[in-house]
């Protein structure tokens, strides 16, 4: 299906040198949108934009930077605004997992957490807003949680939170921005294979295919396509709301553990 509601649209997505982020540009992309591609990795994110620019219709500009500090954020929204004159679009997807044992767990390891996944996700949406309303046409933002801020899972209290906490932020956010036309949604990801899990976990694809409750791992293009869809003019009256795309694992699904 093509989505109406992309082309010609401005879309900031964070975290997008690779993986899920990375994704979710293409797609907007090849709708017709305008991405600015944040990663941390400057030579990633370069990268990354120029060979996406190349592919297709929409412009697709780099912007280096940690997504969980104030005056990056800043400066990103100002880099996308100088560069494009609005923003329709953004999809705080940056976020850092980081596994521990809860007892031993470190105030610098939780503050990495938080500055990026909530301080990150929380004054973009914030900034972001601002701007959608100053320039009074409306705008779409997707969160990205995660399986794990739905289900326990071991050795990941702090990530877990976080994710959860922003599945609250966007119903709370819907609730108050809704008056502006400004739909606020968050996308719960399962188990999907990315260049960071297969790095966390030998064999992630043959592990999390046998505990899917669909027997197969998620991939990039699951997220992306939910994610476009979200921010698409089909789904204007969904506002607020939590979907998992995890092959429905957050209803049976089993732990590595039980294997």
Same mark, same amino acid.
């Given at each position: 299906?093509?989505?109406?509601?992309?082309?010609?649209?401005?879309?900031?997505?964070?975290?997008?040198?690779? /993986?899920?982020?990375?994704? +979710?540009?293409?797609?907007?992309?090849?709708?017709?949108?305008?991405?600015?591609?944040?990663?941390?990795?400057?030579?990633?994110?370069?990268?990354?934009?120029?060979?996406?620019?190349?592919?297709?219709?929409?412009?697709?500009?780099?912007?280096?930077?940690?997504? /969980?500090?104030?005056?990056?954020?800043?400066?990103?929204?100002?880099?996308?605004?100088?560069?494009?004159?609005?923003?329709?679009?953004?999809?705080?997807?940056?976020?850092?997992?980081?596994?521990?044992?809860?007892? @031993?767990?470190?105030?610098?390891?939780? *503050?990495?957490?938080?500055?990026?996944?909530? *301080?990150?996700?929380?004054?973009?949406?914030?900034?972001?807003?601002?701007?959608? +309303?100053?320039?009074?046409?409306?705008?779409?933002?997707?969160?990205?949680?995660?399986?794990?801020?739905?289900?326990?899972?071991?050795?990941?209290?702090?990530?877990?939170?976080?994710?959860?906490?922003?599945?609250?932020?966007? *119903?709370?956010?819907?609730?108050?921005?809704?008056?502006?036309?400004?739909?606020?949604?968050?996308?719960?990801?399962?188990?999907?294979?990315?260049?960071?899990?297969?790095? @966390?976990?030998?064999?992630?694809?043959?592990?999390?295919?046998?505990?899917?409750?669909?027997?197969?791992?998620?991939?990039?293009?699951?997220?992306?396509?939910?994610?476009?869809?979200?921010?698409?003019?089909?789904?204007?009256?969904?506002?607020? *709301?939590?979907?998992?795309?995890?092959? /429905?694992?957050?209803?049976?699904?089993?732990?590595?553990?039980?294997?």
């Amino acid at each position: 299906m093509q989505y109406t509601g992309i082309k010609n649209k401005t879309a900031l997505v964070t975290g997008a040198g690779e /993986g899920i982020g990375l994704a +979710i540009c293409e797609l907007l992309l090849k709708a017709g949108a305008n991405v600015v591609l944040n990663d941390v990795d400057e030579e990633l994110a370069k990268k990354a934009s120029s060979k996406l620019d190349a592919m297709h219709t929409g412009t697709c500009l780099s912007f280096f930077g940690d997504a /969980g500090n104030i005056e990056t954020i800043n400066k990103m929204v100002d880099f996308t605004l100088e560069k494009f004159s609005k923003i329709d679009f953004v999809v705080p997807n940056a976020g850092i997992t980081l596994f521990g044992d809860f007892l @031993e767990f470190t105030p610098d390891s939780f *503050q990495k957490v938080i500055q990026l996944n909530l *301080q990150g996700a929380f004054f973009l949406a914030q900034r972001a807003a601002k701007e959608m +309303i100053r320039q009074g046409i409306g705008g779409r933002m997707v969160l990205m949680s995660s399986q794990v801020g739905l289900r326990a899972y071991h050795n990941l209290t702090a990530y877990g939170m976080t994710k959860a906490a922003l599945q609250f932020m966007g *119903q709370n956010l819907a609730y108050g921005l809704g008056e502006h036309g400004i739909t606020v949604n968050t996308i719960a990801p399962g188990a999907t294979l990315t260049e960071r899990t297969e790095k @966390e976990q030998p064999d992630y694809e043959g592990t999390w295919s046998k505990l899917n409750p669909n027997k197969r791992v998620g991939r990039p293009e699951d997220i992306a396509n939910t994610c476009l869809f979200l921010l698409s003019d089909e789904a204007s009256h969904i506002n607020g *709301q939590v979907i998992p795309v995890d092959g /429905g694992w957050t209803t049976a699904g089993k732990y590595p553990e039980d294997l």
